[in-house]
């Protein structure tokens, strides 16, 4: 009533006279979640002039008499305000990911030639959707689902309309992953991956100076300690299976990801420890229905070739994705490219009429 009762009542009074309403909204609609004495309403919003969805959320506890504040609904439920902020991030990814991880719409698959454009586009909205500032706990909205989630109601980043982002209904889920005792890994060489409570986590160890790759030649370019655990940041997909592997000329070790949902996320081991910041580069953009992975050799036509990690989908197709990889690290984004141009005038003067001699 506060926010919208009086444009709710203009709306019925219209009604009731046959007359336009004269009111700022098309719809009001809300959701009512019980918890004992605790009531929580999301109040979903729809303007006449803009397709786009407003939310709100209100709490009040019947037998208090008051409205709890955001801290005080995640201490009523004995949830940690840092594990409450992981877990809202870890779902604001994963529905921005349901939308444009798999994404085979406008042409974009591994394989088409704007590619890399299109997918370091989608890398740089995933950035902003997950970014420090959308995820203040004094302007969170959430309602409790009574079983230990929350539905919360987030902005998401969007490639379709003016403001760039909506706000969307998210899973929370605050709590253990499903790996807390441990989950898939794999190795390749030195290097070693596995799934944990918190996404992933490498390690490294010393192979013999005979061996091909020598660990000391790599430790000693990129600083990793021997058989020192190094968490991954940024991992936030719900994931089922880990794959570690090299590609290229020379050994540029990845950690992949297969996802609940069929899609590819990648760990760059090497680039992450030479920039300090080990952290997941997010989906491979347009990969959809994958079951597995496999190492090979791709071969270029001309008798040569390179070490590669194929994704297999459901139907046996392989995709070669250290290409994609590379396709995107080598893109821009679209507001960071452009044409330039210059109109130039040149003022051409009348030649001086020549000197003539004289005799002295």
């Not at 394989?111 to 370091?120: L, V």
């Not at 790599?218 to 190094?230: M, Q, V």
């Not at 003022?347 to 009429?353: C, D």
Request: proline fraction near 5%; charged fraction near 20%; aromatic fraction near 16%.
């Amino acid at each position: 009533m506060e926010s919208f009762g009086n444009d709710v009542q203009a709306t019925l009074d219209a009604a009731e006279s046959g007359e336009t309403p004269n009111s700022q909204y098309m719809e009001v609609t809300w959701q009512s979640y019980w918890n004992d004495s605790l009531l929580s309403l999301s109040i979903r919003v729809l303007g006449w002039t803009s397709d786009l969805i407003d939310y709100a959320v209100y709490h009040y506890d019947f037998e208090t008499g008051q409205r709890p504040d955001n801290l005080e609904l995640l201490d009523r439920f004995h949830v940690d305000e840092g594990d409450f902020t992981a877990a809202l991030r870890r779902g604001a990814a994963r529905q921005f990911d349901s939308h444009y991880a798999p994404w085979g719409t406008g042409g974009l698959s591994p394989e088409d030639e704007n590619y890399g454009g299109i997918a370091i586009d989608l890398a740089a909205l995933r950035a902003w959707t997950v970014a420090e500032e959308n995820f203040s706990l004094d302007l969170a909205m959430f309602c409790p689902n009574g079983d230990g989630t929350f539905t919360a109601f987030q902005p998401i980043a969007s490639i379709a309309g003016g403001s760039g982002w909506y706000y969307e209904p998210v899973l929370v889920e605050p709590g253990p992953g499903d790996w807390a005792d441990g989950g898939p890994q794999s190795e390749d060489a030195f290097v070693s991956a596995w799934l944990t409570d918190d996404g992933v986590s490498v390690s490294f160890a010393k192979s013999q100076s005979r061996d091909f790759p020598d660990s000391e030649t790599y430790r000693r370019a990129y600083g990793f300690a021997y058989d020192t655990e190094y968490p991954v940041a940024g991992c936030y997909g719900d994931y089922q299976d880990i794959f570690v592997s090299a590609s290229g000329q020379d050994f540029c070790p990845y950690v992949f990801l297969l996802t609940t949902e069929g899609t590819v996320e990648y760990i760059d081991i090497f680039g992450g420890l030479w920039h300090g910041c080990l952290c997941s580069g997010g989906p491979l953009y347009g990969f959809r229905d994958i079951v597995g992975f496999e190492s090979g050799v791709y071969e270029d036509g001309f008798g040569g070739g390179y070490e590669t990690v194929y994704a297999v989908d459901k139907n046996g197709r392989k995709y070669d994705m250290p290409a994609c990889i590379t396709a995107q690290g080598n893109a821009m984004p679209s507001y960071a490219a452009g044409k330039w141009c210059a109109n130039v005038c040149i003022t051409a003067w009348p030649a001086a009429p020549p000197m003539r001699a004289s005799t002295i």
